[in-house]
DNA sequence: TGAAGGTGCC
């Protein structure tokens, strides 16, 4: 507040010189108001210009060029000081964290005349920004003396490593209890879903704001429990926009569109951020049209409302309107880029990526997960390392979710090696970025790595979630690996609680099908929850496909075909069980039920990149002429008859 | 009096 008083004063003397003397005070603001919108030339001239400096000139220069990144600069003035207190030396040690000189950082620390709690806590959340923790940690305990900062960066850095045992061990120690800190760690347990103890640090808390209420309303809405929700809601002694939003979004989430849709009706106060939640509440239901009708009835738009809209056009697959779409907006966004990106999975999204940076936009985060996700699924592995040289000079080496697609991207491109590469420089990793690398070895096969990567995980004290158990099942199935596979199945449940997925029950089938067990993969499919069985019965048959097994084959099929959303490859694994026992009148007769459902086989295809050019090709195809399809087939006749 | 360094939620 403070600040922005003081920047709106600096501001009108700008515009009126006379309004205001131009003291020492007017050059610092000055300087600083310059240095926070980016004009470090600007700064620079006019510490210059000024007639009389003091120490605090000289900290607003070392500051401002920190803020903009330009350390060697700030070092430059830092060097130049005619006299130096803590703030400077605090402010040049901030600019080396910020850019990962962690050890400069220390080694400037362990240089600082007289210490105050300001310093040791900027060098504390340094370590943590750098995902050193324990460093942190170490430093925290070795404290002379505590503020409320101090307790509070520890423990919101506890919290966002969902370490949250030892964010609460920490929270009851502290003196300092804030609603704020409160409400960080409700938000974080509302995030993880543990409503249980969300409910009792709600019920403990002093004093509750909006926020806290607000949280709860998330909390409870996400689990689906829309009645007490309501009832939360219906009981806030004061409402603001944020948690009528919440209880909109709530019914909007739980599919209530009809009920969300009237309490926005009765909403007292709706500014943009109701209309866009609305908006994009009808776009999750598939409602696009809906969404689009109350696009044309809001007072005012932002570029939210328009990005929305694109959203809606790429989630319904319609890539040509989104387009169109992109290219009627007033404005356009980095997110409007990536959702275009991350909606056409082509060549296209590459064209895209590098129209965007032409245009002038910075790639964000979500642009390098949407452009790394095309490169991995065209296994464009040319595309993926040029993309991987822009994360590295833009910045982003250090992101969790970015690397969690450099690593994806490596994988399916068919260097694991190079995945290990990234895991392995990871500052900052979360379950994500352990399952995406323990996925990684399981896409190759490479089970024991999958094993022993787990271990590590568990050890390195992260927990779990459904995805990592899918990965465990499937490296165990691949190398048929019966027992750890059941193991891991059991565990899952046993040990951490985890409900398993439809995906898990045909992992499982597949465990043991793909080993020969049919008959126990028919009886561990029958004792699936009736609601997940489908999938389970499908690998079955590919199992009895496999294994030639007639009896259960038939027996299986009976369960799936005909149902709702049997397709074209059942059928024709059911015909392929009878050719390969020489029934080919019955072969022929599930062909003819197919054709009679009006279903096809949808065509597999393959492709392979040449020259950074991808290629994609199906079974007997000869378009390729101009890539010397002959020599090809000479080249791969003589592989496949070359003596083992 | 006011300008410089650290922390914080839906």
Known sequence: MKKTMALCSTLSS????????????????????????????????????????????????????????????????????????????????????????????????????????????????????????????????????RNSSSWSSMISAYIREKHLDEAVRLFNQSPFRSTSLYNALLSSYVELGCIKEAEDLFSKMETRDAISFNSMLTCYSRAGKMELAKQLFDEMPVKDVVSWTAIVRGYLQNGNVA??????????????????????????????????????????????????????????????????????MPKRSETSWNALISGCQSEDALALFCEMVRAGFKPNQGTFVAVLSVCASLVSIVCGIMVHVRVLRTGYEHDTCVMCSLITMYSQCGLVDDSVRVFDRMLKRDTIAWNAMISAYAYHGLATEVLRLYESMIQSGFHPDHVTFLNLLLACSHKGLIDEGCRCFQSMQEEWGIVPKAEHYSCVVDLLGRSGFIEQAYRFTQKVPEKLQKNAWETLLSACRVH????????????????????????????????????????????????????????????????????SFVSNDHKHRDHQVDQMCRELDQISFMPE
Request: net charge neutral.
């Open 14 to 145: 700008f515009a009126d010189p006379s309004a205001a003397p131009r003291d020492i005070f007017w050059w610092n603001s000055a300087i600083m108001a310059c240095f926070r919108n980016g004009d470090v030339e600007k700064a620079h001239k006019m510490f210059d210009e000024m007639p009389h400096r003091n120490l605090v000139s000289w900290n607003c220069m070392v500051t401002g060029y920190v803020q903009n990144r330009r350390i060697l600069d700030a070092q430059r003035v830092f060097d130049s000081m005619p006299k130096r207190n803590v703030v400077s030396w605090t402010a040049l040690m901030t600019g080396y964290l910020r850019v990962g000189r962690v050890e400069d950082a220390r080694n400037l620390f362990e240089r600082i005349p007289e210490r105050n709690v300001v310093c040791w806590n900027s060098l504390i959340s340094g370590y943590v920004n750098n995902g050193r923790i324990g460093d942190a940690r170490k430093l925290f305990d070795e404290m002379p003396k």
């Open 259 to 328: 009920q969300a849709f009237a309490l926005f009706d009765e909403m007292p106060i709706r500014d943009l951020m109701s209309w866009n939640t609305m908006m994009s509440g009808f776009i999750q239901n598939g409602m696009l049209d809906e969404a689009c009708n109350l696009f044309d009835e809001m007072p005012e738009r932002d570029i939210v409302s328009w990005n929305t809209i694109l959203q809606g056009y790429i989630s319904k697959n319609d890539i040509l309107s989104a387009r169109r779409w992109f290219e009627s």
């Open 548 to 615: 030639g097994n007639l009896e259960l084959g038939e027996l299986t099929a009976r369960r799936v075909l005909g149902g709702e959303n049997s397709d074209g490859g059942l059928y024709v694994q059911l015909s392929n069980i009878y050719a390969a026992k020489g029934k080919w009148g019955e072969a022929s007769n599930v062909r003819a039920l197919m054709e009679e459902h009006g279903l096809k086989k949808e065509i597999g295809c393959s492709w392979i990149e040449v020259k950074g050019k991808v290629l």
